[in-house]
């Protein structure tokens, strides 16, 4: 029997891209376990370009980072490379963390961009720069460490994460700077943990909400992340061997970064029997921005978790979930970015339309009405899911589907985009409202 030519060569072809395909996730597979056992060298991006550590304590900078708006909108920028002013002060780090401080949560908005940017230059991207290197070099910081991008950047890496369902991961940037004596005549060291938001496979991890245990009431998908970035900060102040009553740490994220960032400081906060503690409760610094809810734990709001500020876009549906009437929430304080029900909201908004366009060179979208569905979609979502459990029912799904019908897109990515909550930071020059 005759077997068609053309079957054949397709057979052949297929059988040489299973056996590719099976050949890079070994590959793959091969290098993470090189990179633990030491016996490959870890990839590390060094800053270009960089000049000295600024000699002031306090210190303004250009700090370069990746936008999805200009990305988006500039055919000749691909990798969305654009830039916005960052001030950094070492005086916030002698006061009590449970204070709100707007200008150290403005600087944090754009260190959580900075820290999202980083995958672009591991990943090769055209006109990308070590964006964390880069900006943290230029505030004085010291021995910063991007490891975790290079394992958790690349499409085969993402393939692999996809193929072996390894996607409760994350990659973050650690960083330490030297402080003057807070008064005891010993020098304050200050770690630095910016968490990269949703990259990659990393989405899968994110709907891995169902089915945490009753010793744990957090997001498990997002816990499972938290726990490896906890170990790597505490391997890397043991490392340094830090005091930890002359350290003070501070950590940042947006989105599934700034999800991971309040798990992370509710760790720290309250760290489980046995583990150390590695700054005093008053100094661990943390602002999160964009960040979903992650806990159904019922103590998220207790004071030992008052140094935890969650910066929230109402307009955000990213911050309406998983749902409150499923009982999320996140550890700390929510603060709230204006709203249209906001009193001055008009004017609020011009002004952070004039931050946007200096920082993206574009226009930050404006359709109150839109605005608004957005603002109520978690409150129209629970009548169509009314519990976590149903996501797992056809019915669930539809009422899933029911909740997004006659939202905008554009306007859901804007309210959500690193570039909206810098541009609203920014814009803002007083304290807001803690929800």
Known sequence: MHTNPVRRCLSVLGSL?????IMSLIMVQVRYLGYESGLIGMPRAEAVGMNSAPASSRSTITAEYCSEVVSASDPTNPAGRTSTQLTFDDAWFYR??????HDLATACAVLSAVCNSESQYYSGVPRSVPYAEQTLG????????????????????????????????????????????????????????????????????????LGQSAQSPDHRGFKAAEEEVAQ????YVQESGLDPAHTRILITGHSRGGAIANLLAA?????????????????????????????????????????????????????QLPLASW??????????????????????????????????GFALSNDPGALAALHSFGSNASDHVPRAEDLTSPIGVLGVAQSLV????????????PDTYIAWMQALDSDLPAA
Request: with cysteine; net charge negative.
């Open 267 to 319: 760790d720290l906060d309250d760290p489980d029997e046995g583990e150390p503690t590695l700054a005093p409760s008053t100094g661990i610094f943390a602002y999160t921005f964009a960040a979903p809810c992650v806990t159904r734990a019922d103590n998220r709001h207790d004071a030992a978790f008052g140094n935890i500020f969650n910066v929230a876009n109402e307009a955000d549906i990213v911050t």
């Open 96 to 101: 009590d963390s449970r204070v709100y401080q």
């Open 17 to 21: 891209l299973a056996c590719f395909l």
């Open 327 to 360: 009982g999320y929430d996140r550890y700390g304080t929510t603060i709230e970015l204006p709203h249209t029900a906001s009193a001055g909201f008009d004017g609020f908004y011009a002004a952070a339309q004039v931050a946007y366009r200096q920082n993206t």
């Open 232 to 235: 790597a900060v505490r391997s």
């Open 406 to 417: 006659g939202l905008d897109l554009s306007s859901a990515l804007g309210a959500h985009y």
């Open 138 to 209: 230029l505030l004085g910081f010291e021995n910063v460490r991007t490891e975790s991008y290079a394992l958790r950047s690349s499409i085969p890496d993402e393939v692999s994460s996809l193929l072996l369902g390894s996607s409760d991961v994350a990659a973050y940037a650690l960083a330490s700077k030297h402080l003057a004596s807070d008064g005891d005549g010993q020098p304050i060291t200050l770690v630095f943990v910016g968490i990269r938001g949703t990259y990659g496979a990393e989405w899968l991890s994110n709907f891995n909400v």
